[in-house]
Structures are given as C-alpha cells and as structure tokens.
C-alpha cells in the first residue's frame, strides 16, 4: 500500500505542476462567472441558469481533465521512459497502475473541490438559497466525481495499449455513447430484428452507462441541485456500479500492463 | 569461493516485427552468464549485441522468450529481489518536473525507507554523486552528466548487493566518465557487484574483473581481461638505458623494432630466442632493464578481432566535447 501510496502522491504532484490543469479550472471558473451575468437576463430564473451552467462546466471541464490526463498516464511513462526506472524497483506492475489512478482521482477531487467552491461563491452572490441550498449540491457534484472516476478508468485504459490521439477519441466516444445507455436498451426493446436486439443488450451491458446516473430521465445531479429529495438507495446503486465497473477497468489495465514488453 | 549473483540459463528473446507481427527477430541468443559477488563485470559489445535486452530481461522490462535467469538466488519475477538491486537504464530520463531530492525521495518510498532515515541518506546520496548544489533545480534543467549522476544515486539508494548499470559511460565528458568510474569503484569496496553494459572499452579495461562479448545476441567470450587479452600474446617490449652505440647496432639484428624515445631504447621481441640473445647482450655490455612488458592487443583491438566491427568513435575514448 505505501508503494501505491507513493505512486499516487507522485502522480498527483506531476499534474499539479502541469499547466493544462490551471487552464482547464481556470476556464471553468470564468464560465460560473459568467453564468452571473447571463443569470440576470433570465428574469426569475438566475439560479437555475446559474446551476445549470455551472454544473456543465463542472461535469465537462472534469471529463476534460479526466481524458487528458488520463490519457497521458501510462504512456507519458513509456514515451519518456520513466517506467524502466520504475519497474526495476520492488513494484509490482499493477500497483503502478492503481497509484496512477488513485493519484488522478485525488487531483480530480482536489479540482472538482476548487470549481465547486466558485459555484457555491457564485450562487451566494446570487443569494437567497440557505445553507441547506448549499449543502445540497455537494451530493451532485459527489455523482459527477463518479462519473468522472469512470471516466478517468476507460482513458487509463486506452493509455496501456494505445496512443494519446486515439485514447482520447475512444475515451470521449465512449463517454457521449454511455449517455445514451438506456436508449440503446429501449431501441433493442422495440426493434423488430432478434440480431439488432442482441447487439443493442450485449452493448447496453458493455459501454459505461453514464445513464445511470440519472433516475426516471431526469438527471439525479439536477434533482440534487433543485432540491429535489435524493434517493440514498438510488446514489448506493450508482456508487457500486461504479466501483465495480472501475474495478474491472482497472484489473484488465493492469492485465494488459503485465504482459507488456518495454523495448 | 565464487558466489553466483546473476545466473543466467539458456536466455533467448525473440522480437515480433512487421504489421501482423508475424516475423521474429532474435535479440539474444541462448545467453549463458554467471556473475560472482564483489566483482566488477563487464558486459561489451557493438551497438544491438543485446546488451540492454539482457539488462532488460534481468530487471523484468521485457519477458524472456525462453530460458532463465536469477539474481541473488530468486527468479527474475520476484518482486521482493528488486529490493537488493539497484538499475541505471541507458540513457535515463526521469520526471523532469522533480528536484533530485524529490525524485530521490520518491525512489526512496518505493523501497519502503523510513522517512527518518530516508532524508540523512538522501543528504548523503547527493554530496556523493556532487548535486549537493543543485538539490533544488528541476531536473529539466539538468546536463545529461547531471542526469547520468541522479541515475546513479537513485540506482544505489537501497544499498544495494548488486547494481545493473547500462551505459553509465555514454554521453559523458572524460571528467564525467573518470566521476563515474570513481563511484563503480567504491561501489565494489563496499562489496557491491556491479554489472555494467557498455562499448566504451578503455572504462571496462579500466576497471573491471571480468567480461563477456556480446555480439548480435550471441556469446562470445567471457572471462577475466588478462586470460581473454592473454591468449592474444604477441611478444614483449623491452626498456632499455644506459647504452652505447656500438651495442645498438648488435640490438638492431637481434630485435624486431627498435626505438630512441629520450634517452631510452624501446625493443620489441616477438620470439624465445630474441629474449635469450638480448638478455646475454644485457649481461655482456651492462645495459640497464627498466622493465619487460608483455605485448598484448588492447581490449578495443581483441574487440575489433572478434566481433569484426570497428567499434564506434566513443569506444575508443574519443569523446565529443
């Protein structure tokens, strides 16, 4: 565990001293902001604009940082040949894996911490919502971190076997495509074809449903943020498919990490 | 009695190459080695010889196609063995946004040193390979010598019983190749064996116990410098003073070469019976020995014999400056 440990602080060093992180927060905070201003044209409606923006840029600047950088943490070590070093120290390889991610996961924690606290500043400018209101949206963005540990597990993925340009296609394809999880299900559902429905089953099972982080179509992070009552047993159920398909994810990067040659 | 730290059996390593990977091409070829505790060994040969597979096989980089090797007695595969080595990669790179004492630390951690013990030998670690000045540069900043010196301090800082260095000559100025020679060197006083691949022949004459040769993947020698130079033998050099010229034309029918360097008379014997007749001239006339040497070809010639190949411009000491 300490090696894990170490690898993982190292990993969480590496990207804080990247400048691609800054740009990304920095870019996210400016669109909360701005979500003020645009705020005030919705006559009655500032707070809604102002969570529904600033939960997108939550949610998508996250996936950003999670693609990027996720991209990036198996292969910069090959690219640039720090693993030689590494894997000739008392390692064993899938532990170098699971520190990268662990050491993305606490950066991504650290960021989703930093823009969440500009929402939360953003929303008491706006006012008038109570400290409850404010507490509310930490589970919200507690599903978002989900979502992006998913995340973050496909482009870790993608990074033992493949190069940047194509881990960040796969990674973001199949981020867009688990947002249509339950579509997918329903068009087997209905289709008339036996092959069609079987393919639309086998890839409803397969691809991250990021569906799932949604209840009766409507999106459980919105219900956090409105206030609506949060389902426990609803935010469990997300939690551990989440854990489980991430664990998957991870022991077959490992798998493949394991077999690997460094010419 | 010879320990065996690194036992290597029958190694082979097949490369895939092509689109569908289909055609193998052997990097090293049925590998047999044994390296002895406390000695410094050698291990030469021309650029692709299968150098740094071997390195790589030996610190669980690459999968052997079929053999295998221990070192310190365990498998290659055992994790817990990494504990008492220490690996220089040619041509090291490391996380260039850490300072040496952020990298040295983190190395550190990963073998599990307590963090009291772990900052005194950090400390220790730097003044040795002299980054005592530069503790707080980024490494991106770093010379390729500097590079080569945190290579080696994060390669040693377990103490190790055995340190694998590939290349650890390459790239470096003389100072730089003379500082690292220095530390191999002490490396062995403590004990330590060290393994080191390399092509630049005058370090490994310098100062190792034994070698291998190594060329496209296969064996071709190995042993201690003086058997493998000895079987080469092409005569003696004789030194010569206080002679008269008289004498010298008696030396010029007795020796194969002679030549006036100061004051001095440098003979060269090739057979038994030159060495009789000139140690009798020595004898008649009084002439001073300074010293009998014999005449052996140099590590880089016995290299070039063998392997065919002239070695490259660095091997021969002529380093870029």
């Given at each position: 565990?300490?090696?894990?440990?170490?690898?993982?602080?190292?990993?969480?060093?590496?990207?804080?001293?990247?400048?691609?992180?800054?740009?990304?927060?920095?870019?996210?905070?400016?669109?909360?902001?701005?979500?003020?201003?645009?705020?005030?044209?919705?006559?009655?409606?500032?707070?809604?604009?102002?969570?529904?923006?600033?939960?997108?840029?939550?949610?998508?600047?996250?996936?950003?940082?999670?693609?990027?950088?996720?991209?990036?943490?198996?292969?910069?070590?090959?690219?640039?040949?720090?693993?030689?070093?590494?894997?000739?120290?008392?390692?064993?390889?899938?532990?170098?894996?699971?520190?990268?991610?662990?050491?993305?996961?606490?950066?991504?924690?650290?960021?989703?911490?930093?823009?969440?606290?500009?929402?939360?500043?953003?929303?008491?400018?706006?006012?008038?919502?109570?400290?409850?209101?404010?507490?509310?949206?930490?589970?919200?963005?507690?599903?978002?971190?989900?979502?992006?540990?998913?995340?973050?597990?496909?482009?870790?993925?993608?990074?033992?076997?493949?190069?940047?340009?194509?881990?960040?296609?796969?990674?973001?394809?199949?981020?867009?495509?688990?947002?249509?999880?339950?579509?997918?299900?329903?068009?087997?559902?209905?289709?008339?074809?036996?092959?069609?429905?079987?393919?639309?089953?086998?890839?409803?099972?397969?691809?991250?449903?990021?569906?799932?982080?949604?209840?009766?179509?409507?999106?459980?992070?919105?219900?956090?943020?409105?206030?609506?009552?949060?389902?426990?047993?609803?935010?469990?159920?997300?939690?551990?498919?989440?854990?489980?398909?991430?664990?998957?994810?991870?022991?077959?990067?490992?798998?493949?990490?394991?077999?690997?040659?460094?010419? | 009695?010879?320990?065996?730290?690194?036992?290597?059996?029958?190694?082979?390593?097949?490369?895939?190459?092509?689109?569908?990977?289909?055609?193998?091409?052997?990097?090293?070829?049925?590998?047999?080695?044994?390296?002895?505790?406390?000695?410094?060994?050698?291990?030469?040969?021309?650029?692709?010889?299968?150098?740094?597979?071997?390195?790589?096989?030996?610190?669980?980089?690459?999968?052997?196609?079929?053999?295998?090797?221990?070192?310190?007695?365990?498998?290659?595969?055992?994790?817990?063995?990494?504990?008492?080595?220490?690996?220089?990669?040619?041509n090291?790179?490391?996380?260039?946004?850490?300072?040496?004492?952020?990298?040295?630390?983190?190395?550190?951690?990963?073998?599990?040193?307590?963090?009291?013990?772990?900052?005194?030998?950090?400390?220790?670690?730097?003044?040795?390979?002299?980054?005592?000045?530069?503790?707080?540069?980024?490494?991106?900043?770093?010379s390729k010598g500097?590079?080569q010196?945190?290579?080696?301090?994060?390669?040693?800082?377990?103490?190790?019983?055995?340190?694998?260095?590939?290349e650890?000559m390459s790239g470096l100025d003389p100072l730089g190749r003379m500082?690292?020679?220095?530390?191999?060197?002490?490396?062995?006083?403590?004990?330590?064996?060290?393994?080191?691949?390399?092509h630049i022949?005058p370090d490994?004459?310098?100062?190792?116990?034994?070698?291998?040769?190594?060329?496209?993947?296969?064996?071709?020698?190995?042993?201690?410098?003086?058997?493998?130079?000895?079987?080469?033998?092409?005569?003696?050099?004789?030194?010569?003073?206080?002679?008269?010229?008289?004498?010298?034309?008696?030396?010029?029918?007795?020796?194969?070469?002679?030549?006036?360097?100061?004051?001095?008379?440098?003979?060269?014997?090739?057979?038994?019976?030159?060495?009789?007749?000139?140690?009798?001239?020595?004898?008649?006339?009084?002439?001073?020995?300074?010293?009998?040497?014999?005449?052996?070809?140099?590590?880089?010639?016995?290299?070039?014999?063998?392997?065919?190949?002239?070695p490259p411009a660095e091997s021969r000491g002529q380093v870029a400056l």
């Open positions: 565990m300490t090696r894990i440990l170490a690898i993982a602080r190292n990993t969480f060093r590496e990207n804080i001293r990247d400048k691609i992180l800054y740009n990304l927060i920095l870019f996210a905070l400016i669109i909360i902001l701005s979500s003020l201003a645009l705020g005030q044209l919705a006559l009655g409606n500032e707070q809604k604009v102002l969570l529904d923006l600033g939960l997108f840029s939550i949610s998508v600047i996250g996936m950003l940082i999670s693609i990027f950088i996720g991209i990036g943490l198996v292969y910069k070590e090959l690219e640039k040949r720090t693993v030689y070093a590494l894997i000739a120290k008392p390692v064993h390889r899938y532990e170098l894996i699971l520190g990268k991610y662990l050491g993305l996961l606490f950066t991504l924690l650290v960021n989703l911490a930093i823009m969440t606290v500009g929402l939360e500043l953003a929303l008491l400018y706006a006012g008038r919502i109570g400290l409850g209101g404010y507490l509310r949206l930490l589970p919200a963005v507690y599903l978002v971190f989900l979502s992006l540990a998913l995340v973050t597990a496909l482009a870790l993925l993608f990074s033992t076997f493949s190069t940047p340009a194509l881990s960040a296609l796969f990674s973001f394809f199949l981020w867009i495509a688990g947002h249509f999880g339950k579509d997918l299900q329903s068009f087997g559902e209905i289709t008339k074809s036996a092959s069609v429905k079987w393919i639309c089953n086998i890839l409803y099972y397969v691809i991250p449903n990021f569906s799932n982080f949604s209840v009766d179509s409507r999106n459980i992070i919105q219900d956090a943020a409105y206030y609506q009552p949060m389902n426990p047993y609803s935010i469990a159920g997300v939690t551990l498919y989440c854990i489980l398909y991430c664990a998957v994810i991870i022991s077959i990067s490992a798998a493949i990490f394991m077999r690997r040659d460094f010419k | 009695m010879n320990i065996p730290v690194v036992e290597i059996k029958n190694l082979t390593k097949d490369f895939q190459v092509g689109f569908w990977k289909k055609h193998p091409v052997r990097a090293l070829d049925n590998l047999n080695l044994q390296v002895y505790k406390g000695e410094i060994f050698g291990f030469l040969g021309p650029n692709g010889a299968g150098k740094s597979t071997t390195l790589k096989i030996l610190m669980h980089l690459l999968h052997p196609t079929s053999g295998e090797a221990r070192i310190l007695g365990q498998s290659i595969d055992s994790v817990s063995m990494h504990k008492s080595i220490g690996y220089l990669p040619e090291p790179y490391f996380y260039d946004y850490l300072t040496p004492e952020e990298l040295l630390t983190y190395v550190g951690r990963l073998f599990g040193i307590s963090s009291s013990i772990l900052a005194q030998k950090v400390e220790t670690l730097l003044k040795r390979v002299g980054l005592d000045g530069s503790r707080k540069l980024q490494l991106r900043k770093f500097m590079v010196r945190i290579g080696i301090a994060q390669a040693i800082i377990n103490d190790p019983e055995v340190v694998f260095l590939d650890p500082e690292v020679r220095q530390i191999i060197t002490s490396l062995k006083a403590q004990g330590v064996t060290v393994f080191f691949s390399s022949l490994v004459e310098a100062i190792c116990d034994r070698v291998a040769i190594l060329n496209k993947g296969k064996l071709l020698q190995v042993g201690a410098l003086e058997e493998i130079l000895k079987v080469g033998i092409e005569g003696h050099e004789v030194i010569l003073s206080k002679w008269s010229v008289p004498v010298l034309g008696e030396l010029r029918e007795t020796c194969s070469e002679v030549r006036l360097m100061g004051d001095r008379l440098h003979l060269k014997l090739r057979t038994p019976a030159q060495m009789e007749l000139l140690f009798s001239l020595v004898s008649t006339h009084r002439l001073e020995l300074i010293s009998v040497n014999p005449i052996r070809p140099s590590l880089e010639e016995y290299f070039q014999s063998i392997v065919g190949v002239p």
